[in-house]
């Protein structure tokens, strides 16, 4: 079974500081996609990736295929930026439905 | 485009009782899933769809049951709520080739109570 890992599970951060999420999963995938769930307990997408390196403003999502790791930075961390970071992947297959990580708290502070 | 819809927003129900929950996307998604969120849990696939007629379990599918006669719609019926069922639910689409899920777009959720 393909299991989804997030480090940290809770994060504090200072406003301008730069943000280090990391994802680790455990058998091969065909993507991986990061996603953001504010307070208010909307999702959005950020980023689908299966090799290389994103990048969509102040985020940067990498995967490393062999490594089966993923990360996500945010950098100049903003208060707005405050949310659960939530790391799923897509073994594909006969289905390709995604496999959730369980998040990451992050609350930057002014 | 409103993207993907949901109703209701909070629904207070009691043991034994039905209802639908309502799912509908504007972007001729060809794949509509159901997850649920429990506190301390990550998001659990209820059932999903990878076209009109054509539904499937996920991990989680007992007490539930779909439907999919549309592209645009895929609600969710619970069959005889439990308090078990408690949680938030979410809808959502995407395009979908050669078995890979693109971009996910999200409903708002839904907020079930079940006494």
């Known amino acids: 079974k393909n299991e989804v890992e997030q480090s940290p599970q809770n994060l504090t951060a200072q406003e301008g500081e730069f943000i280090t999420i990391n994802c680790s999963y455990s058998?091969?995938?065909?993507?991986l996609h990061w996603l953001q769930q504010h307070p208010g307990g909307g999702i959005v997408s950020l980023f689908m990736l299966s090799s290389g390196k994103k990048k969509h403003g102040r985020l940067i999502a990498t995967i490393n295929i062999q490594e089966k790791h993923s990360s996500l930075h945010i950098t100049a961390s903003h208060p707005r930026d405050s949310a659960v970071y939530i790391c799923a992947v897509s073994y594909g297959g006969s289905q390709g439905n995604l496999i959730f990580g369980k998040g990451t708290k992050l609350s930057v502070k002014p | 485009n409103a993207g993907v819809t949901q109703t209701p927003k909070f629904q207070v129900l009691k043991t034994g009782q039905s209802m639908t929950l309502q799912c509908a996307q504007d972007m001729n998604h060809e794949y509509m899933s159901w997850y649920r969120q429990d506190p301390g849990m990550g998001l659990r696939l209820i059932h999903y769809s990878v076209g009109a007629g054509i539904t499937d379990q996920g991990e989680v599918p007992n007490g539930y049951n779909v439907s999919r006669s549309t592209t645009e719609d895929f609600p969710l019926r619970l069959l005889s709520a439990a308090p078990s069922q408690t949680s938030v639910y979410f809808c959502?689409?995407?395009?979908?080739?050669?078995?890979?899920?693109?971009?996910?777009?999200f409903g708002p959720g839904t907020r079930l109570l079940v006494l």
């Open positions: 058998v091969g995938i065909s993507a």
């Open positions: 959502a689409s995407s395009f979908w080739a050669a078995n890979v899920q693109e971009t996910q777009y």
